[in-house]
Each structure stands twice: as C-alpha cells, then as structure tokens.
C-alpha cells in the first residue's frame, strides 16, 4: 500500500478558479515537504511544515499540516496557467528502518484551462 | 549558482551496456540521494549517502550501484541496464539527512532497449 496518499490523481481547472491538493500519511508524521514538477523536469520545492497546525503560504498558494488527521493540504487561490504542472507531497515518515529521505506521493497533475 | 547537475539528461541503450549516470552538487551537502520515477508508480528512492564513503539502499536498489569518493558525486552505475530499469532519474542533495530540504537535479530519462 502507498504510504502516502495524494487526491486527485488529476484535477483540469478553468483559470481563475481556486483548488485543494490533499495529501494523507497511513504513517506518523514527521514533516512534510510540498514540491512542484513540471512534467519531465526537475522537481521544485514550494513549502516544508513540520508542526501540526503550522500554515505557509507562497505567492498564491497555501499548504496547512494537520498533524491528527496525518494530512497536508495544498491550496491555490486564482489558479493561474503558470500553476500548471505536477504537484508531488513528500514526507518523513516512521518506516521502521530501511531508506531515509522523503517518502513521495505519486503526484496531482494539475491542468489549468484558460 | 546552487545547484545540482545530471549528465547525460537524456540515454538510449542497449540491454547489458553497462552506463553511468553523474550527479554532482555544489553546496557541500552532506546528503544525496537517488530516485527513479515512473508512472503510477511516483518517486521510489534507489540509493542514498549519508556522508563521503556511506552509502545505503533505498526502496528499489536491484540493478543499480553507486560509489560516493568525494563530498561532491554521488554516481548511479548500472553495471546491466534491463529495459525495467527504463525511467526518469533524478539526483538530489541536502544539507544533513533527507529529512532535510532536498534539492533535485534536473533529471535523466534512460531508455533501455
């Protein structure tokens, strides 16, 4: 099973519009990581939390951690054709050993219509 | 500038040919990282160093290698490539454990024929 959960898979959105990216651990929570890809490129950080509650906001986007609920939220207000790409959520999260590093979601791909 | 780089960024080869793929980072990070990604399937982490000379398996290590002499590189080898280990590789470094800000290269798609 996916330790980390993403919804939607994929979310075609007419400019303008404001969107939620959700992100659901099936593990405890250390931090988690928001980055943005566009498609075949590198990946981009937008936003780390570690503390539940904690809210960052950058530019138009907003991503809110709630540590009970395990998840992560990712907000765009005013989608513009530059939000397109994929939005990936990584996370810290208690495997029991094994690989260090960030454990990934598979991704929302994110298509904005003019 | 600060950044992490990938070479090839692109590769298409045979089945058995041995290649390598060269990451190199510029901000004297002590961590650093592979992963591929596929789709359905998302970033699965290969290998991973936490410091010069200390590498570990990730996830999915069958098939690949890696050597860390310098602070710098962090090399992926695939000693014989099989078209499964065709993807999108992407190097990636942070200052101490990848718990960390990790920061990505830009990506190498590998075809194996």
């Known amino acids: 099973s996916q330790e980390l959960e993403q919804s939607p898979q994929s979310l075609i959105v007419q400019e303008g519009k404001n969107l939620t990216i959700n992100c659901t651990s099936s593990k405890t929570l250390y931090g988690l990581y928001w980055y943005k890809q566009k498609y075949g490129e590198g990946l981009i950080f937008l936003m780390m939390?570690?503390?539940?509650?904690e809210e960052k906001s950058h530019e138009k986007i907003t991503a809110k951690l709630d540590e009970k609920k395990q998840q992560s939220s990712l907000h765009i207000t005013a989608s513009q054709p530059s939000h397109a790409g994929i939005y990936l959520c990584g996370a810290v999260l208690d495997l029991g050993g094994g690989a260090d590093g960030l454990t990934f979601g598979k991704g929302t791909h994110l298509i904005i219509q003019p | 500038e600060a950044q992490v780089t990938q070479n090839p960024r692109y590769l298409i080869t045979v089945t058995g040919k041995k290649l390598t793929v060269t990451c190199s980072q510029n901000?004297?990070?002590?961590?650093m990282s592979w992963y591929r990604q596929d789709p359905g399937l998302g970033l699965r982490q290969i290998y991973y160093?936490?410091?010069?000379?200390?590498?570990d398996k990730g996830d999915v290590p069958e098939g690949y290698k890696v050597s860390r002499k310098e602070k710098r590189n962090f090399p992926l080898i695939l000693e014989s490539p099989s078209p499964n280990q065709t993807s999108l590789y992407f190097c990636?470094?942070?200052?101490?454990?990848?718990?960390?800000?990790?920061?990505f290269g830009p990506g190498t798609r590998l075809t194996v024929l």
């Open positions: 160093s936490m410091n010069v000379e200390v590498t």
């Open positions: 939390l570690q503390k539940g509650g």
């Open positions: 990636a470094s942070s200052f101490t454990t990848g718990s960390n800000e990790q920061f």
């Open positions: 901000m004297n990070h002590e961590y």
